[in-house]
């Protein structure tokens, strides 16, 4: 029987895929007394490995629905941290002068998802380094807005 080459090449991946589809079903099988034979990894890193604690600073950019593009100076100062919890504010520069709204927030064991809120919009978090923290903050309604910076830890 005769195969083309790029035949042959499809038929060798399909056998692989098929192959480890197997064994993933396999390894995911229950025993014959109900209990599953799979096992969980523990966790990589613990809450201990995230602290937030202290006064994070960067650049911000804005862009709302009625007032158009702003950009200045972004705090985020965290007091509190509990657990996967954490409080604070969030200060920012306006022409208006300085601005500052409390914020609490939670996130994963080892901190690879974050998220927060305050009393008008959602944050999100994203521990870049244990000295570089990434947000991200939207807000709904009349003058919606979006705001992201890239904040560093202040020593």
Not at 42 to 47: D, N, R
Not at 60 to 88: C, D, N, P
């Amino acid at each position: 029987m005769s195969t083309q080459p790029g035949r042959r090449g499809m038929i060798r991946a399909a056998a692989m895929v098929a192959g480890c589809a197997v064994a993933v079903t396999v390894s995911g099988c229950s025993s014959d007394d109900g209990s599953s034979n799979q096992s969980v990894a523990p966790a990589q890193s613990s809450t201990e490995d995230v602290s937030l604690l202290g006064t994070w600073t960067g650049h911000r950019e804005r862009i709302a629905s009625t007032e158009g593009y702003r950009e200045g100076t972004a705090t985020l100062t965290v007091t509190e941290q509990t657990g996967l919890t954490f409080k604070g504010s969030m200060g920012w520069s306006t022409p208006e002068g300085e601005v500052r709204e409390d914020l609490v927030g939670a996130f994963t064991p080892g901190g690879s998802l974050m998220a927060g809120g305050d009393a008008e919009g959602v944050y999100s978090f994203s521990l870049v380094s244990p000295q570089t923290l990434d947000y991200c903050y939207v807000e709904h309604g009349e003058g919606y807005r979006t705001t992201c910076a890239r904040l560093e830890k202040q020593q």
